[in-house]
């Protein structure tokens, strides 16, 4: 059975960082794109980054380009959020995703999630 598990999140300043895992068992892992979501209270949840199986593309949500960056290491069967110039908009649940994309399905796999709240 899959598992993912989110890990890292916390109480951060304005202009703070973190550096969020996700450990999936229970998958191929290195078969899998990987992305991060967000939802904050009262809103949908958004892609925030995408990294494909092999981690040689990856894809960011406006908000978060050039203060976020997606990494995996498939030995370890983890994917990475490090995140940086953390603002107030950036607080939310923040939970990884494994998804394999077939001709006419789409496999898709989720953690719980690690909340990330940016307070001074």
């Known amino acids: 059975q899959a598992q993912l598990v989110e890990s890292g999140g916390g109480l951060v300043q304005p202009g703070g960082s973190l550096r969020l895992s996700c450990e999936v068992s229970g998958l191929t892992f290195s078969t899998y794109d990987m992305s991060w979501y967000r939802q904050a209270p009262g809103k949908e949840r958004e892609l925030v980054a995408q990294i494909t199986s092999a981690g040689s593309s990856t894809n960011y949500a406006d908000s978060v380009k050039g203060r976020f960056t997606i990494s995996r290491d498939n030995a370890k069967n983890t994917v990475f959020l490090q995140m940086s110039g953390l603002n107030l908009e950036d607080t939310a649940l923040y939970s990884c995703?494994?998804?394999?994309?077939?001709?006419?399905?789409?496999?898709?796999?989720w953690g719980r999630g690690t909340q990330v709240t940016v307070s001074s």
């Open positions: 995703n494994a998804r394999r994309i077939f001709p006419y399905f789409r496999e898709d796999h």
